[in-house]
T-cell receptor
Framework: DTAVSQTPKYLVTQMGNDKSIKCEQN?????MYWYKQDSKKFLKIMFS???????INETVPNRFSPKSPDKAHLNLHINSLELGDSAVYFC?????????????FGQGTRLTVV | KQEVTQIPAALSVPEGENLVLNCSFT??????LQWFRQDPGKGLTSLLL?????REQTSGRLNASLDKSSGRSTLYIAASQPGDSATYLC??????????FGTGTSLTVIP
């Protein structure tokens, strides 16, 4: 039973389109995240979100927006896709931050913008 | 701002060798340090979590140590196997919920 699941696993789309990536966790965690992994494999935080607070990395373009219908889901919406958005996007979850907070990651969504 | 560095960036060893991967971080005010493994085209698998009050954690052939004051952690892999080939990432957390990731070490174990 997958703890953090993302769909789709692969997404190929044209420039200018709007797309969404879905994420669900069944761990009962309070906090969910979106990370972007670039071509050099470096993981960079995009958002962290719990039911109280959304923290946005200031470098993330406002074309990217997280949407959380409930505590177990955090979807990523991307408007007006650009070539530079091509990357692997990872969803993760954890308990509320603090000592012993362990992160669990999904399998990633490879986005290719053509 | 927290910066996390991993050395070496790539490592190739023959099967059976013991090896050490290094992780350093600039801000010692951390809550936790977590080691992950990433296989090509896959997600991240959590290997070990060390809380800031702990010195080390062990799981099977893996042992992770933490020296918070010097901003360093090591991941020791005993008797390496070809199946250990992957990219190993460390991440630290401090106040708030953000995980800061290192640049990763790509490990190849040669049969």
């Amino acid at each position: 039973d997958t703890a953090v699941s993302q769909t789709p696993k692969y997404l190929v789309t044209q420039m200018g389109n709007d797309k969404s990536i879905k994420c669900e966790q069944n761990l009962g965690h309070d906090t969910m995240y979106w990370y972007k992994q670039d071509s050099k494999k470096f993981l960079k935080i995009m958002f962290s979100y719990n039911n109280k607070e959304l923290i946005i990395n200031e470098t993330v373009p406002n074309r990217f927006s997280p949407k959380s219908p409930d505590k177990a889901h955090l979807n990523l919406h991307i408007n007006s896709l650009e070539l530079g958005d091509s990357a692997v996007y990872f969803c993760a979850s954890s308990r509320q931050g603090g000592m012993g907070t362990e992160a669990f990651f999904g399998q990633g969504t490879r986005l290719t913008v053509v | 701002k927290q910066e996390v560095t991993q050395i070496p960036a790539a490592l190739s060893v023959p099967e059976g060798e013991n090896l050490v991967l290094n992780c350093s971080f600039t801000d010692s005010a951390i809550y936790n340090l977590q080691w992950f493994r990433q296989d090509p085209g896959k997600g991240l698998t959590s290997l070990l979590l060390i809380q800031s009050s702990q010195r080390e954690q062990t799981s099977g052939r893996l042992n992770a140590s933490l020296d918070k004051s010097s901003g360093r952690s090591t991941l020791y892999i005993a008797a390496s196997q070809p199946g250990d080939s992957a990219t190993y990432l460390c991440a630290v957390t401090r106040t708030g919920n953000q995980f800061y990731f290192g640049t990763g070490t790509s490990l190849t174990v040669i049969p």
